[in-house]
């Protein structure tokens, strides 16, 4: 049933998101793009524009990708799925003041995963490159701007997003 | 808690609020509780923001006090995103559409690239780090599963001779 393995696959992704909420972005693009072709490399990237112009973490990606496959029901199990987890988890850690995260194992555990996150998100980054923009100078030039930007300037990135969407519109019209 | 639907721009925009209606305004917990949830949460896989609020859940209510204060939180973000799921979805497919559609793409790759390069920063301080982060990029690229790349990086981790 769809509902479940909407469910399960995020409750995996959420287990594996060390180093916070963006951490979880290239396990969702391999999910939901790569390996079960649930939505394309596209939509992923619009859905990350929607993680950032709405309010509350970025792993909401989940409810847009649970819509696409399932509609209302299939985002709520999906959004279920991604949160339920890591919740419990914080819940439990203020229960038991904390011992769990400083065992050195699972310290351990979670400074050998980053780096791994971190080649990944770069392999999602290509992706959605690859896909979306192309090889287009213009569309090439709006990544190097807002990278730019967002790097050099405290500028909201929706603001950035509205700004690449004004431009994208202007190379298109041409 | 009306905090989820104005915490715009991730997870310092959150604690920051959290910190202002919970401590300053209401006096329902203190900074160093925050400072502790904040603590505690970061090892931890998953969104550090909810995980704060289900922590500070807790503390205040028990379970009942944590899945009320995670649902809340969450609420608006899910009510939207299904809102722009669905407009998405019943998008025209015109050029003009598709024009503005290609930039803010562009832009969002724009922004991954500096948050790889900001989440990167503290966590590439090794050689070894370095290395598994190469290795994990050459992997996805070469279609391995992903949950298996970051599962094998974990446990190379719990061999390595320090954290």
């Known amino acids: 049933m769809i509902h479940a393995e909407l469910f399960a696959r995020f409750v995996l992704v959420s287990l594996l ?158 | 808690m009306r905090i989820g639907a104005a915490a715009f721009g991730g997870l310092g925009a959150t604690v920051a609020l959290i910190e202002a209606e919970l401590v300053r305004r209401r006096q329902l917990a203190s900074a160093d509780t925050i400072t502790e949830a904040l603590t505690w949460t970061k090892p931890l896989p998953g969104s550090t923001g909810v995980q704060v609020v289900a922590f500070l859940g807790w503390r205040l209510g028990g379970w009942t006090g944590s899945a009320v204060c995670t649902v809340a939180f969450l609420a608006p973000s899910i009510v939207f995103m299904i809102a722009l799921a669905y407009a998405y979805a019943a998008l025209p497919a015109s050029p003009a559409v598709a024009a503005v559609r290609r930039g803010v793409l562009a832009a969002v790759v724009g922004l991954l690239l500096v948050t790889t390069a900001r989440l990167a920063g503290p966590i590439l301080v090794s050689p070894l780090a370095i290395g598994v982060a190469v290795a994990a990029f050459g992997l996805g690229a070469l279609d391995v599963n992903a949950a298996a790349i970051v599962l094998a990086a974990g446990l190379l981790g719990t061999r390595a001779p320090r954290a």
């Open chain 1, 17 to 174: 998101a060390f180093g916070g909420g963006q951490a979880a972005l290239p396990m969702v693009e391999r999910l939901a793009v790569h390996d079960t072709h649930w939505i394309t490399a596209s939509a992923f990237g619009a859905a990350v524009a929607f993680a950032y112009l709405t309010p509350g973490p970025v792993l909401i990606v989940a409810t847009f990708v649970g819509y696409h496959v399932a509609g209302v029901s299939g985002a709520l199990a999906a959004t279920l799925g991604a949160f339920l987890a890591p919740c419990t988890l914080a819940a439990l850690v203020a229960r038991q003041a904390a011992r769990f995260t400083q065992r050195p194992w699972f310290r351990r555990f979670g400074t050998g995963a980053a780096p791994a996150v971190m080649g990944l998100l770069g392999v999602t980054t290509l992706a959605i490159a690859r896909d979306a923009v192309g090889t287009s100078w213009a569309h090439l030039g709006i990544v190097a701007l807002v990278a730019g930007l967002s790097a050099g300037t405290r500028l909201h990135p929706a603001v950035l997003l509205i700004l690449g969407g004004c431009l994208g519109y202007l190379s298109g019209s041409r």
